[in-house]
């Protein structure tokens, strides 16, 4: 990216928008987060640029995003980006004792099959975003509890890995790139 515009996404950091767009960009370049998806498009209508899901393969349309961007954005670029998600916990934490599960709706509805197979009893327990659910239980150190979220969520916030949740499809998101 030429130019020194801020790229706003949501986050918090360690977020699949997060991730994506530092993969996007080639690193952390400018990246700052917002809260909801409403205030990344705040920061392109004061003339920043923004990156924000529109589509996955497996749960469809992301809040009607794509035609927001669409009617009164311009779109300058998409990505596709692979989603593998996994349980991650903190310390100590064994997969069996869990029962509660924090995420986002959309990882929640993704991880399903696994939740059923191997979770049926846990309390499903929705988050702004994966990233926000992890640095829940990394922040209040909660026991017999698990995040959904991705591998290098789990790691940034020191949690452990308990289990890949395996893709039984191709899993992507699409992203866009818009001012």
């Excluded at 990246?31 to 393969?57: H, Q």
């Excluded at 986002?104 to 191997?118: D, G, L, P, V």
């Excluded at 591998?151 to 289990?163: D, G, M, P, R």
Aim: proline share 1%; aromatic share 10%.
């Amino acid at each position: 990216m030429k130019n020194k515009k801020k790229v706003y996404t949501l986050g918090p950091e360690g977020s699949f928008h997060h991730l994506s767009c530092k993969e996007y960009l080639g690193g952390e370049s400018e990246i700052e987060f917002c809260k909801s998806f409403g205030g990344i498009f705040e920061a392109v209508k004061a003339g920043n640029l923004g990156w924000i899901a529109i589509y996955n393969s497996n749960t469809g349309l992301i809040e009607n995003h794509e035609n927001e961007i669409n009617r009164n954005y311009n779109q300058l670029d998409e990505m596709d980006y692979e989603v593998h998600l996994c349980i991650a916990g903190i310390k100590k934490t064994n997969l069996n004792d869990i029962d509660k599960i924090y995420s986002h709706e959309k990882a929640i509805s993704q991880s399903k099959r696994f939740i059923n197979e191997k979770l049926s009893g846990a309390e499903l327990i929705s988050c702004s975003s994966t990233s926000e659910a992890a640095q829940k239980l990394a922040n209040e150190n909660i026991e017999k509890a698990g995040a959904i979220c991705h591998a290098e969520t789990a790691k940034f916030y020191n949690l452990e890995i308990l289990a890949q949740i395996p893709n039984k499809r191709k899993n992507e998101t699409t992203f866009s790139f818009f001012a």
